[in-house]
């Protein structure tokens, strides 16, 4: 059964800062991965999409690469502001889809 | 506008009090999962559709009953709400189903459910 962890738990950054945040697969039989963005009490939003074939993709501040054979993911944000300030998901899509619990952000001004 | 609708978006009921969350979605995806998302627990899946009178159980189903009878639609019903059930739950759906697709998911904004 696919398991997806995210680390660190929570994240507290200056504004202004690059990050990185960290989503491990445990089965690398995977068709995509799917990052997400979710705002407090709020649905989820996605992010990027990156099929299995691909490295990374890009949408402007933000950066993800896949590599599936070691099962990983990263989302690079570049340059925080206090608007990226949510909770990021990242979901593994193989015979069903599973996700991570979250890495909470929080950009200070 | 492709969209993932929930009701409510909020509800607070009674334990036992029978209720219906609705989902629809207007982009005639085939695939539409329910998931609750717990504190620390992440999101987990409680019922899935495959298609059109096609339901199978998730992770969590107990207590939890669905319906597929039109492609838009998949309400989650609590037949006999219990307060461990009071969670977020979203509703999503894919083109296709996760097995072979390459396509991601689309979420609703969510339904927050509190059971006293």
């Known amino acids: 059964k696919q398991e997806v962890t995210q680390i660190p738990a929570a994240l507290s950054v200056p504004e202004g800062e690059n990050l990185v945040l960290n989503c491990s697969f445990t089965?690398?039989?995977?068709?995509?991965l799917q990052w997400f963005r979710q705002d407090p009490g709020k649905g989820l939003t996605s992010l990027l999409l990156?099929?299995?074939?691909?490295r990374e993709q890009t949408s402007g501040r933000l950066n993800a690469s896949l590599d599936k054979s070691s099962g990983r993911s990263t989302l690079y944000i570049a340059a925080s502001q206090p608007g990226d300030s949510a909770t990021y998901l990242c979901?593994?899509?193989?015979?069903?889809?599973?996700f991570g619990a979250g890495t909470r952000l929080t950009v200070k001004p | 506008e492709a969209q993932v609708t929930q009701n409510p978006r909020y509800l607070i009921t009674v334990t036992g009090k029978k209720l219906t969350v609705t989902c629809s979605q207007n982009?005639?995806?085939?695939?539409m999962s329910w998931y609750r998302q717990d504190p620390g627990l992440g999101l987990r899946q409680i019922y899935y559709?495959?298609?059109?009178?096609?339901?199978d159980k998730g992770d969590v189903p107990e207590g939890y009953k669905v319906s597929r009878k039109e492609k838009r639609n998949f309400p989650l019903i609590l037949e006999s709400p219990s307060p461990n059930q009071t969670s977020l739950y979203f509703c999503?759906?894919?083109?296709?189903?996760?097995?072979?697709?390459?396509?991601?998911?689309?979420f609703g904004s969510g339904t927050r459910l509190t059971v006293v």
């Open positions: 979901a593994v899509r193989g015979n069903d889809m599973r």
């Open positions: 990156i099929q299995s074939s691909q």
């Open positions: 982009m005639n995806h085939e695939y």
């Open positions: 999503a759906s894919s083109l296709r189903p996760p097995k072979g697709g390459d396509y991601g998911y689309t």
């Open positions: 559709s495959m298609n059109v009178e096609v339901t």
């Open positions: 089965d690398s039989a995977i068709y995509n």
